[in-house]
């Protein structure tokens, strides 16, 4: 079936790089993508990459995808403290036909320390 | 980007009342979704819809009811709210491969 699953909490240090990694299990997932979710809020785009890209990359945010391991990351380069948040990772698995149904991870806790 | 927006933010409510969560967009998006967000935080979808007067089951049995008489609204209704009820709701549109959500309602059920 379609699964998401991604680690629960990173902790690093403003300025240094973080790294959010996700695996999914339907090979023929579509689209993947990353959202952000801050205390209270509800949840927003952040970006999303095509199934048949191996990279991309929006100012501080790099996204990579290896269709092999079937295995989603998101790197977060000289993360601030308005970097804390948690982000989920989905799949928009080839089944959900026309109807843009989305599959979501657990959610990373990124926690940034000054 | 899609304006969502979701009333009321917060609710808290007593056993048995029936309530109804509005979600109302700007954007003429046909696709709308209702997703429930346990504590663990994983969302779960439990209702969409493609259009005016569209309305599925998502994944997750849910107990509420939607409707979707025009294209800016998808409100979401339970007819009787138990303390299982009790979690983050979150209203979303969707154009072409894209998602975008709302605030959020955060009810509690006593």
């Known amino acids: 079936g379609e699964d998401v699953e991604q680690s629960l909490f990173l902790s690093v240090r403003e300025g240094d790089s973080s790294v959010i990694n996700c695996t999914y299990t339907?090979?023929?997932?579509?689209?993947l993508y990353w959202y952000k979710q801050e205390p209270g809020a509800g949840l927003q785009l952040l970006t999303y990459?095509?199934?048949?890209?191996d990279m991309k990359q929006d100012q501080r945010l790099t996204v990579l995808l290896n269709k092999k391991d079937k295995h989603l990351s998101l790197r977060i380069a000289d993360t601030q403290t308005g970097d804390s948040a948690i982000y989920f990772c989905a799949e928009s698995p080839v089944g959900s036909g026309n109807t843009g149904k989305l599959i979501f991870g657990q959610g990373t806790t990124l926690q940034v320390k000054p | 980007e899609a304006d969502i927006y979701q009333t009321p933010r917060y609710l808290v409510i007593g056993t048995g009342k029936k309530i109804t969560l509005e979600c109302s967009q700007t954007m003429g998006h046909d696709k709308m979704y209702w997703y429930q967000q346990d504590p663990g935080m994983e969302l779960h979808l439990i209702h969409y819809?493609?259009?005016?007067?569209?309305?599925e089951k998502g994944d997750l049995s849910s107990e509420s009811t939607v409707s979707r008489i025009r294209t800016e609204h998808f409100p979401l209704t339970l007819e009787s709210a138990r303390p299982s009820h009790t979690s983050q709701y979150l209203c979303?549109?969707?154009?072409?491969?894209?998602?975008?959500f709302g605030p959020g309602t955060r009810l509690t059920v006593t």
């Open positions: 990459i095509f199934s048949n890209m």
């Open positions: 339907d090979s023929s997932s579509t689209y």
């Open positions: 819809s493609y259009g005016v007067n569209s309305t």
């Open positions: 979303a549109t969707g154009v072409r491969y894209e998602q975008y």
